[in-house]
């Protein structure tokens, strides 16, 4: 009986380190769906700013200072968009440009979140599998 008590008490310990891990990748995967969320606005935010300069219109906006201060500004010319390249980097790129980037920018990231839903996915067939083995050794005369 004291086996069975310790092969639960693995299975328990096995398990939670799964539920710390999923719980870690669900952060993670969290932060590139808001990565993701961010370049689709930056994206519109762009179309915007590049339709109204191609009507000679300009655009108001509020432009960060810094400390979480901003003032108002207007945007007279969108044609070129400085965009991140990462690792620090960033470009000055013609607004259609910007937009191609940002947009394979995104697929890339997509293509990260499934693999992080396919490795939450093992993750939870993993605890799944661990939780009917403890229901198997709690089962009088399975031991």
């Known amino acids: 009986m004291a086996e069975v008590s310790e092969d639960i008490r693995n299975l328990a310990a096995r398990h939670q380190e799964f539920q710390r891990q999923a719980e870690a990748l669900r952060q993670q995967m969290n932060m590139v769906q808001a990565s993701i969320t961010s370049c689709d606005q930056t994206i519109v935010t762009i179309n915007e700013l590049k339709t109204a300069s191609t009507e000679g219109r300009t655009a108001e906006t509020?432009?960060?200072?810094?400390?979480?201060?901003?003032?108002?500004?207007?945007?007279?010319?969108?044609?070129?968009?400085?965009?991140?390249?990462?690792?620090?980097?960033?470009?000055?790129?013609?607004?259609?440009?910007?937009?191609?980037t940002l947009n394979r920018r995104k697929e890339q990231l997509k293509k990260i979140l499934e693999?992080?839903?396919?490795?939450?996915?093992?993750?939870?067939?993993?605890?799944?599998?661990?939780?009917?083995?403890?229901?198997?050794?709690?089962?009088?005369g399975q031991a």
């Open 115 to 140: 693999q992080m839903n396919a490795s939450l996915t093992n993750y939870v067939q993993g605890m799944q599998a661990l939780e009917s083995e403890a229901a198997r050794l709690q089962q009088p």
């Open 62 to 100: 509020m432009v960060p200072v810094g400390f979480g201060s901003f003032v108002h500004a207007e945007i007279k010319n969108a044609d070129k968009v400085i965009v991140d390249l990462g690792a620090g980097f960033s470009a000055e790129k013609p607004a259609d440009e910007a937009i191609e």
